[in-house]
């Protein structure tokens, strides 16, 4: 006998909710995602299987807050859970140089931004901060590792315009989609990121789990993730000038930060672990079964 069915898409949540109809199952929903730009029958859905469902589940606090507040939920149907990851892989990786790679000088500080070129993730701010840090007379590279979507052209394209725009190309180096992110993270100096719409920001966790200095946003979703600033240097959100100054005070006090950062990546790796994502599972499951 099936007591709870959890799902990871509202369209499944949706279908087997509606399958389980009249029967003693729960159904709990994991949602990864605002769906701001939902229309039609698809809103429809979204919003009335909120209404319906035994419990949600929210990857950061901010997104609960926000889901609780913009459609009437109780905070009891909903928790928040952070995402798991496996750190071995972190840990165990084939090592590739990515100076080699892309011929970049040892001399120069290797910077590093991911995620694919998409509204969740404001790419352009980054670029802007390159543009403000080459100014200061810092040698460095900022690699992009990071994917085109068809579905999200405008962003690829603005960012692309800008880099030639403001001849940016020795100071940044488009590496495309990358599989070897834990590679590329063992590499750098510092690494940067601009969180847009997201739920939980993944390059960043990953970034301070492998012991690297970062420097991020101040949204609502960072503090959260990075313990207001104890594990991230945090700029002042759609500030590209101040974006450039932390990244440079990072730069120039290297190994202090680098000292930080091992303290960081051992913290990160106990809150955003497998074994603690699992225990929190347990704790919903049997909330929701009583």
């Known amino acids: 006998m099936i007591d709870i069915i959890h799902v990871y898409d509202y369209i499944d949540a949706y279908l087997v909710f509606k399958m389980v109809k009249g029967m003693n199952v729960k159904v709990v929903f994991s949602d990864y995602y605002y769906h701001d730009d939902l229309k039609g029958i698809k809103n429809h859905i979204y919003k ?4 319906k469902l035994d419990h949600i589940v929210l990857q950061s606090e ?3 807050n926000y889901l609780t507040n913009s459609f009437n939920l109780s905070s009891e149907q909903c928790s928040k859970l952070y995402h798991a990851f496996c750190f071995k892989r972190f840990d165990d990786f084939e090592y590739k140089s990515v100076r080699d790679e892309f011929f970049i000088d040892d001399l120069r500080y290797l ?7 998409t509204p969740q993730r404001d790419m352009m701010s980054v670029f802007k901060m390159v543009k403000k840090l080459r100014r200061t007379g810092r040698n460095f590279t900022c690699v992009v ?4 979507v068809d579905e999200y052209d405008s962003n690829y394209n603005a960012c692309r315009y800008y880099y030639i725009l403001q001849g940016l190309d020795n100071y940044i180096t488009f590496m495309g989609k990358r599989v070897d992110d834990a590679n590329v993270l063992s590499q750098l100096d ?14 960043v966790i990953e970034a ?32 590209d000038l101040d974006f450039a100054m932390k990244s440079r005070e990072v730069l120039l006090n290297l190994e202090d930060y680098k000292m930080i950062s091992q303290v960081v990546k051992e913290e990160t790796r106990q809150i955003f672990s497998i074994d603690k994502h699992i225990n929190g599972l347990k704790r919903i499951y049997s909330k929701i079964n009583d």
Request: hydrophobic share 40%.
């Open 62 to 64: 901010s997104h609960k």
């Open 111 to 117: 910077i590093a931004t991911m995620g694919d070129f």
């Open 145 to 148: 590792a990071g994917d085109q």
């Open 48 to 51: 009335t299987i909120l209404k």
């Open 208 to 239: 301070m789990a492998s012991g690297v200095n970062v420097v991020v946003n101040d949204c609502d979703m960072i503090k959260e993730i990075t313990h207001n600033g104890k594990y991230a240097m945090l700029y002042e959100d759609n500030n």
């Open 190 to 203: 510092l690494f940067v990121y601009s969180s847009g719409r997201e739920t939980i920001a993944i390059p």
